[in-house]
T-cell receptor, first 113, second 115 residues
Framework: AQSVTQLDSQVPVFEEAPVELRCNYS??????LFWYVQYPNQGLQLLLK??????LVKGINGFEAEFNKSQTSFHLRKPSVHISDTAEYFC???????????FGTGTLLAVQP | EPEVTQTPSHQVTQMGQEVILRCVPI?????FYWYRQILGQKVEFLVS????????KSEIFDDQFSVERPDGSNFTLKIRSTKLEDSAMYFC?????????????FGEGSRLTVL
């Protein structure tokens, strides 16, 4: 079975500062990893995904994430955040024969002016 | 850009009533899912559906829940007799392929409030 841990429930950051949202996973099989964003009162939108290949994955809105197998992590980063990046960010894992996504508890990114 | 659409966006119901949430997945997708998110909590998997049958379901998806693809376009979630704890945002999702092909596309959700 897979699981995902997002240790930070909320990350406050000032506009134009860099940010890292942490995600750790556990799995006994190879995994596929995802970051989704949820803006207020909206659905889930895919930011980026790691399926295979390069461990550094670039996504939309200037976000990127690095898959680290030895540390079982998939942290999300952005070098300079905007007010519009304020949203809930969910890390998710999918692996083995299952086609379901397992989500973390989410991290609220609160960008302040 | 194709998208998953859900109706209603918000439904208020009395405890014990039946509720049907509707979803129109992306037209060429083959796998369909329901997830729910209780307010302030994480997104939880309910059920996946492929080839007109349930392929996987969670412990949450008990006998009170059922899914159906009544025609070529709709995918519905029925809650037979709603409980207070069924209050949540319900997300429908679809994907073109199975485990190895990545992305699930989510709808904007249906908020269910059980009084």
């Amino acid at each position: 079975a897979q699981s995902v841990t997002q240790l930070d429930s909320q990350v406050p950051v000032f506009e134009e500062a860099p940010v890292e949202l942490r995600c750790n996973y556990s799995s006994s099989v190879s995994v596929y990893l995802f970051w989704y964003v949820q803006y207020p009162n909206q659905g889930l939108q895919l930011l980026l995904k790691y399926l295979s290949g390069s461990t550094l994955v670039k996504g939309i809105n200037g976000f990127e994430a690095e898959f680290n197998k030895s540390q079982t992590s998939f942290h999300l980063r952005k070098p300079s955040v905007h007010i519009s990046d304020t949203a809930e960010y969910f890390c998710a894992v999918r692996g083995g024969a299952t086609n379901k996504l397992i989500f973390g508890t989410g991290t609220l990114l609160a960008v302040q002016p | 850009e194709p998208e998953v659409t859900q109706t209603p966006s918000h439904q208020v119901t009395q405890m014990g009533q039946e509720v049907i949430l509707r979803c129109v997945p992306i037209s060429n997708h083959l796998y369909f899912y329901w997830y729910r998110q209780i307010l302030g909590q994480k997104v939880e998997f309910l059920v996946s559906f492929y080839n007109n049958e349930i392929s996987e379901k969670s412990e949450i998806f008990d006998d009170q829940f059922s899914v159906e693809r009544p025609d070529g376009s709709n995918f519905t979630l029925k809650i037979r007799s709603t409980k207070l704890e069924d209050s949540a945002m319900y997300f429908c999702a679809s994907s073109a392929g199975a485990a190895n092909t990545g992305e699930l596309f989510f709808g904007e959700g249906s908020r269910l409030t059980v009084l």
